[in-house]
């Protein structure tokens, strides 16, 4: 006979969540060239000014869009991200710049190398299910830094793109939207 705790009990273990399991990526999936345009989305003011500016800066950062690719590789058995910007502050030279990533743990790969004019200082790969992002801090010949984000959600017919810069003194960023085509 079934005591009123065993059936609670029971009825308990039936209500419960599955054990989580992690997403896994498939790279084989997003492997290729991706080629497209992004253009300026908008700028967001991050100070931190109180009482705020009766007139804030406005950046309108132009409408002209400009080209972007990529690529997703395995080299290695590790992922690497190729990536050319045709515009913007954050435009790589003609060739673009390859990042070379560690074994990708917990979603999650820090820069092994990168093949690139301006190495950057740091990198990170975050991978997602359908999604990519890398996030790279450079330095310029001042001292003074800026750090570049890029992520990649990944479509049935290729990626839509996100550019995301922040500047040296962390009071703005700037945001550029776009989609590519795999080639």
Do not use: K, N
């Not at 253009?39 to 967001?44: K, N, Q, T």
């Not at 515009?87 to 030279?93: A, E, N, R, S, Y």
């Not at 190495?119 to 330095?139: C, D, K, W």
């Amino acid at each position: 006979m079934i005591t009123r705790r065993h059936a609670l009990a029971a009825s308990g273990l039936l209500l419960a969540p599955p054990c989580a399991h992690a997403q896994q990526v498939q790279w084989a999936d997003w492997l290729g060239t991706y080629s497209g345009t992004a253009r300026f989305y908008r700028a967001l003011p991050l100070e931190d000014i109180v009482p705020p500016p009766l007139a804030p800066r406005e950046d309108l950062g132009g409408g002209t869009p400009f080209a972007v690719q990529f690529a997703v590789r395995r080299i290695d058995d590790r992922p690497a991200v190729w990536l050319r910007i045709d515009g913007g502050p954050m435009q790589t030279d003609e060739v673009g710049e390859t990042m070379f990533f560690g074994q990708v743990t917990g979603g999650v790969a820090l820069l092994r190398s990168a093949d690139a004019r301006a190495t950057p200082r740091s990198a990170s790969l975050t991978v997602r299910p359908h999604q990519l992002g890398t996030e790279a801090l450079f330095t310029h010949a001042d001292g003074s830094f800026w750090r570049r984000y890029f992520t990649a959600t990944f479509t049935p017919a290729g990626a839509d793109v996100i550019l995301w810069v922040f500047d040296a003194t962390g009071t703005r960023a700037r945001t550029w939207r776009g989609s590519t085509i795999r080639a």
